[in-house]
């Protein structure tokens, strides 16, 4: 996949994490929060020796990333 698949996969990743938890973003907070929770879940799967494949495997490992990253940032809002 290339950056444009990278940076799709992170803006629909960053979308689906904002809206379960309740938060809304622009399409910016959005690829902010996908490409980190891509990074993010990527080493938790990794160290959890978790593996999904595909398409469908790197939208939910981003999407659980980046929901991880947006309960983190919450101890930091007000």
Do not use: E, H, P
């Not at 950056?3 to 960053?14: N, P, R, S, V």
């Not at 994490?17 to 080493?43: I, P, Q, S």
């Amino acid at each position: 996949m290339g950056i444009i698949g990278a940076i799709i996969i992170g803006i629909l990743a960053g979308f689906i994490a904002n809206k379960m938890m309740g938060k809304g973003g622009g399409l910016l907070w959005d690829l902010f929060f996908g490409v980190n929770g891509g990074l993010v879940g990527g080493y938790l799967f990794d160290v959890l020796d978790i593996s999904w494949g595909g398409l469908i495997g790197q939208l939910g490992t981003a999407v659980v990333g980046a929901v991880v990253v947006l309960w983190i940032a919450s101890f930091f809002r007000k």
